[in-house]
C-alpha cells in the first residue's frame, strides 16, 4: 500500500528568473521521482517569493510607462506563478519519469486557500514583496493605490502585504481524487492563493500565506504519513553558524517547541519551518516531518539524515 508524502520546495529549488529555473528544476525533479520511487504517493508544494516579486513588477513598472496597462491585483500575480512554476516543474518531472519508465502523469492545479478576515496579520502586513522605491515614490504610489510600504534594512521602501494563517486548502477534494488517480500533484504554491469567503463565495486578498505552513495543512488534511520540507541547510542546527553549532537529528515536538520558544531559529527562515513541522505531527494521527535539503532528500527520508520531528 502507498503512503502520501507532501514536500515543501524551497526557494533553492526553483530559479529567480524563467531561464535560471528551467536549469534548476530538472536537478528539482531528479531527486523528487527518486521519492516516488520509494514507494510514495506526492504531492508538491512550492515557494514563489523571487517569481511573485518579478509578475509584481512587472507590471508597476508598466503602468508608470503607460497607465492604460492596469496594476495586476496580487492574488492574480499568486495565480500567474502557480501557472509558470507549475508547469516547468510539469515538464521536468514528466521527463524524469519517463526517462525511469515510470508511468505517472503530473498536474498542476492552481489552488485557492482559506483564510481568517479577522487574522490579526491583516492589521500588521510584513510580508516585503516586489521593488525598492525611494520614500517619494513610495508614498506617491500609496496615495494612488492605497498600498502599504516600510523602510527595509536602509535599502529603500517596499510594498508589504499580511502573511495570515491558512485555514482550509479549498481544492483539498480534488487534490485527493487526483492523488487516488495516481498522480503527481503540485499544489498550494507560493502558500496558495489567499482568500476569504464574502457572502457564501471566496475572494481574493492581498496576501502571502507561508508555503511550509500551508504545505503542513495540506499534508494534515490529506492525512499523509510524511511532510518533507526541503530547504538549504542539511539539518535542523543550533547555534547555526556559530563556533557552538549542533547539529540536530531526531526531535521529539515538546523539544522542537521549547528550542523554538528559546529563540534558537530564525524568524524569516528556519523558524516557520520547524513551526509546520510541529503543527502536523500535532495534528496527524501517526505523522512525522522531516526538514533536510534537496540533494539529500533521499537519505532524509531514508532516515540517514535530515532532521526528524515526530510525537
Known amino acids: 500500500m502507498k503512503k502520501t508524502l507532501v514536500i515543501a520546495l524551497g526557494g533553492n529549488a526553483l530559479g529567480k528568473t524563467p531561464l535560471e529555473q528551467l536549469r534548476l528544476v530538472e ?65 521536468a518531472i514528466g521527463r524524469e519519469l519517463k526517462n525511469r519508465k515510470i508511468d505517472r502523469p503530473v498536474v498542476t492545479l492552481v489552488t485557492q486557500v482559506e483564510v481568517d478576515p479577522k487574522d490579526p496579520a491583516f492589521q500588521d502586513p510584513s510580508k516585503p514583496i516586489g521593488s525598492f522605491y ?16 516600510t523602510e527595509d534594512a536602509g535599502r529603500g521602501y517596499r510594498r508589504v502585504v499580511p502573511s495570515p494563517e491558512p485555514i482550509s486548502i479549498v481544492e483539498l477534494e480534488t487534490v485527493k481524487k487526483l492523488v487516488e488517480d495516481g498522480c503527481v500533484v503540485i499544489t498550494v504554491g507560493g502558500g496558495g492563493i489567499p482568500v476569504i469567503r ?99 532528500a533521499k537519505e532524509a527520508l531514508q532516515g540517514k539524515t535530515g532532521t526528524l520531528i515526530h510525537k
Open 27 to 91: 536537478n528539482t525533479a531528479s531527486a523528487i521521482v527518486d521519492l516516488i520511487e520509494e514507494g510514495y504517493d506526492v504531492v508538491i508544494g512550492h515557494g514563489n517569493g523571487p517569481q511573485v516579486g518579478m509578475v509584481n513588477n512587472a507590471f508597476e513598472k508598466s503602468h508608470q510607462i503607460d497607465e492604460k496597462i492596469p496594476d495586476m491585483p496580487f492574488p492574480e500575480c499568486g495565480a500567474m506563478t502557480q501557472g509558470y512554476i507549475g508547469y516547468h516543474l510539469q515538464q
Open 134 to 149: 525611494s520614500k517619494e515614490e513610495a508614498e506617491a504610489i500609496a496615495k494612488r493605490t492605497g498600498y502599504v510600504f
Open 198 to 296: 464574502k457572502d457564501g463565495y471566496y475572494e481574493g486578498v492581498a496576501a502571502v500565506i507561508d508555503k511550509d505552513k500551508a504545505s503542513a495543512k495540506l499534508a494534515e488534511d490529506l492525512h499523509a504519513e510524511k511532510l518533507l520540507i526541503l530547504t538549504a541547510v542539511e539539518q535542523v542546527c543550533l547555534n547555526y553558524g556559530k563556533d557552538d553549532e549542533k547539529r540536530l537529528s531526531d526531535l521529539s515536538q515538546e523539544d522542537a517547541r521549547r528550542y523554538m520558544d528559546e529563540g534558537h531559529f530564525a524568524r524569516g527562515s528556519m523558524l516557520p519551518k520547524v513551526e509546520s513541522c510541529i503543527r502536523f505531527v500535532e495534528h496527524a494521527e501517526n505523522g512525522s516531518a522531516i526538514i533536510s535539503s534537496l540533494d539529500k
